[in-house]
């Protein structure tokens, strides 16, 4: 898979970063400051979008408070401020911070699309349909298209998921390279995984449910329980029902609730992230 392409611009590389790679790759210049918070977090976004797009576009960040040469050239008004460069052209400037969704609108208008993400669209709309064999030919279509867009793979993963074929999915996810295993979606596919694992050896809900009433403290029916939970969308109640297991008896099995927690944590990361945060620093007073 191609990498981001984020460069930090001077007056000794600019000819070459920003005008010649122009004529090959949109290039989104970000000029920003230090001192200059919006700024910063417009580069925060740029990057992420970086991430995401993959090589498609050039992340240019002048740090206009030390390339002072550069600012005056480019007449620059106050930052955050970009320039968005193709074939040595100006296409748009504008000055402010922006939403994801408008920087991430801008650079599609610009990059021209990966063959492979279309076929990848088309295998989605084909599953949302029902049409699951078609939705299996399009991806293998896609791959073969672009072998490195592991984006592809990944919803291939979560197709096998939702048919209730889990081990085509795990055999898959384990197949991929590690930066498809550490995008989000794939830390979120291995949590979906792994929980559905062990839903797969529990009792019926109901039945979990009372167990508990007659045994709070049931370890593997907490556990079977918290992956119930983290399955179904209520993911606070899922840490809460680990959080406990972990408290009345960390060394089940071997130390599964911690890896249960772990887990659970790393899939969410994406998603909820201030969650995380929370619970992550709860697990930590745990351990010490």
């Known amino acids: 898979m191609s990498q981001a392409m984020i460069v930090d611009v001077t007056m000794n590389n600019i000819q070459e970063m920003v005008m010649q790679n122009s004529k090959r790759l949109p290039v989104?210049?970000?000029?920003?400051?230090?001192?200059?918070?919006q700024s910063k977090l417009a580069n925060t976004i740029l990057e992420k979008l970086a991430e995401e797009f993959a090589g498609q576009f050039i992340l240019a960040k002048i740090n206009a408070a030390q390339q002072k040469e550069?600012?005056?050239?480019?007449?620059?008004?106050?930052?955050?401020f970009y320039k968005l460069i193709k074939n040595g052209e100006i296409i748009t400037e504008q000055q402010g911070l922006?939403?994801?969704a408008?920087?991430?609108?801008?650079?599609?208008?610009?990059?021209?699309k990966d063959p492979s993400e279309e076929m990848r669209e088309q295998a989605n709309i084909a599953f949302a349909e029902g049409r699951v064999e078609d939705a299996i030919e399009l991806f293998g279509e896609a791959a073969k298209t672009n072998p490195n867009n592991f984006k592809i793979h990944l919803d291939l993963v979560s197709l096998y998921l939702q048919t209730g074929h889990l081990d085509k999915a795990q055999t898959l996810l384990e197949k991929l390279p590690d930066e498809a295993q550490n995008d989000p979606k794939g830390k979120e596919l291995a949590g979906v995984i792994f929980f559905s694992a062990v839903i797969a050896e529990a009792d019926d809900i109901q039945?979990?449910?009372?167990?508990?009433?007659?045994?709070p403290n049931n370890a593997k029916?907490?556990?079977?329980?918290?992956?119930?939970?983290?399955?179904?969308?209520?993911?606070?109640?899922?840490?809460?029902?680990?959080?406990?297991?972990?408290?009345?008896?960390?060394?089940?099995?071997?130390?599964l609730p911690q890896k249960s927690i772990l887990k659970a944590l790393e899939m969410l990361t994406?998603?909820?992230?201030?969650?995380?945060?929370v619970y992550r620093r709860r697990f930590q007073s745990l351990l010490f």
Not at 207 to 215: F, H, I, P, R
């Open 70 to 80: 550069i600012a005056e050239k480019f007449s620059l008004p106050e930052v955050p």
């Open 102 to 112: 408008d920087y991430r609108q801008l650079l599609e208008t610009q990059i021209e």
């Open 98 to 100: 922006f939403a994801e």
């Open 221 to 255: 029916a907490l556990h079977h329980l918290a992956a119930f939970l983290m399955l179904n969308g209520q993911v606070e109640n899922a840490l809460q029902t680990l959080f406990k297991l972990f408290t009345v008896n960390r060394s089940y099995e071997d130390g």
């Open 207 to 215: 039945n979990l449910q009372e167990t508990l009433a007659k045994d």
């Open 28 to 37: 989104l210049i970000s000029f920003w400051s230090p001192l200059n918070e």
């Open 270 to 277: 994406d998603k909820a992230p201030e969650l995380v945060t």
